[in-house]
């Protein structure tokens, strides 16, 4: 069992551009969140979802940031027109029905130039 | 909204020596879940130990505890017989228990070294 797998683990976006980030949930999890890590900080909840459905989005900044878990593949965080605050560590975690089982992914860290 | 406080930025501890990480959380909950993670360089985010509210004896794994004060809602990781490999960031977290969400809460983190 490969665990909860992310890529790419590290990403470099210039000014503008979309950044997407890629999580494969651990096989039988069938929910996913994202955390954001700022440098020197705790990891910040930003979304939580199921297959096809997102459950709590109160993290997530209004613009710019979506995300989605299809029936297929795997989950995707996009950032659009990305700017230098975006710049952190982008972790991505699932569970099975309850979330006593969370396990981590390694993280992606995204850097904007 | 609950917080988590980790009062401690740094700690330093000699190898095989005990250290103790404080967390403190602010809820009006009853019910909810309490962590440690670790996060050593690698960045990967490891459980340590978990403690569930309503449950009034510590949890403990092997060199790793927990002193749970659900009153004072503190809940600090003592760690045994430091070892070299115990050097990393720790981070308490706070999950509800209500089924309303199921997201962690972290605290800021302690940067742990072991002094050989």
């Known amino acids: 069992n490969a665990g909860v797998m992310q890529n790419p683990r590290h990403l470099v976006r210039r000014r503008g551009q979309e950044a997407r980030l890629r999580c494969s949930p651990m096989k039988g999890h069938s929910h996913v969140y994202w955390y954001r890590q700022l440098p020197e900080e705790g990891l910040k909840f930003m979304v939580y979802l199921q297959k096809e459905n997102i459950i709590d989005e109160s993290g997530m900044p209004k613009e710019r940031f979506s995300a989605e878990f299809p029936k297929e593949g795997p989950s995707i965080l996009r950032i659009q027109q990305v700017v230098r605050g975006d710049s952190a560590a982008y972790f991505c975690?699932?569970?099975?029905?309850?979330?006593?089982?969370?396990?981590f992914g390694s993280g992606t860290r995204l850097t904007v130039v | 909204a609950q917080t988590v406080t980790q009062s401690q930025p740094e700690m330093s501890v000699q190898e095989a020596e005990t250290v103790t990480l404080s967390c403190t959380y602010d809820?009006?909950?009853?019910?909810?879940?309490l962590f440690w993670y670790k996060q050593p360089p690698s960045r990967q985010m490891i459980l340590v130990i978990r403690?569930?509210?309503?449950?009034?004896q510590n949890a403990t794994e092997n060199r790793f505890s927990v002193n749970f004060q659900k009153a004072a809602k503190s809940f600090s990781l003592k760690i045994s017989d430091s070892q070299l490999g115990d050097a990393a960031m720790y981070f308490c977290a706070y999950r509800s228990g209500n089924n309303a969400g199921n997201m962690l809460t972290f605290g800021g983190g302690t940067r742990l070294m072991v002094k050989p």
């Open positions: 809820t009006s909950e009853s019910d909810y879940y």
């Open positions: 975690a699932s569970s099975p029905l309850t979330v006593e089982g969370t396990i």
């Open positions: 403690q569930e509210a309503y449950k009034q």
